[in-house]
């Protein structure tokens, strides 16, 4: 199973970007996916989730700017990223869950990142 995160970048303050994962190796269109984020000297902290049937839920910080979508025939999970500012920077991490719950520590697999850099 591999999942390939890509759409990073850097951007200036209040641009956007679209991250995109697209995973192999099986089908996890029964699962939920997400995105996480690490900050330098930070912890890996949770960002979206979208479950199989496309409830979606976010982090406070990132409510109103952020959406999470999914494509199960493509197997993708999407992250549209618009009014980015400076402390969005971090790598993005995707991330697929056979449980209910968003902590990192019960994520299933995960992706290598793509790092977001958003300048002042």
């Known amino acids: 199973v591999q999942l390939q995160a890509s759409g990073g970048g850097l951007v200036q303050a209040g641009g956007s970007l679209r991250l995109s994962c697209a995973a192999s190796g099986r089908t996890f269109s029964r699962y939920g996916m997400a995105w996480f984020r690490q900050a330098p000297g930070k912890e890996r902290e949770f960002v979206a989730g979208v479950w199989s049937k496309g409830s979606t839920y976010y982090a406070d910080s990132v409510k109103g700017r952020f959406t999470i979508s999914r494509d199960n025939a493509k197997n993708t999970v999407y992250l549209q990223m618009n009014s980015l500012k400076p402390e969005d920077t971090a790598v993005y991490y995707c991330?697929?869950?056979?449980?209910?719950?968003?902590?990192?520590?019960?994520?299933?697999?995960w992706g290598k990142g793509t790092l977001v850099t958003v300048s002042s």
């Open positions: 991330a697929v869950t056979y449980g209910s719950t968003w902590y990192p520590g019960d994520m299933d697999y």
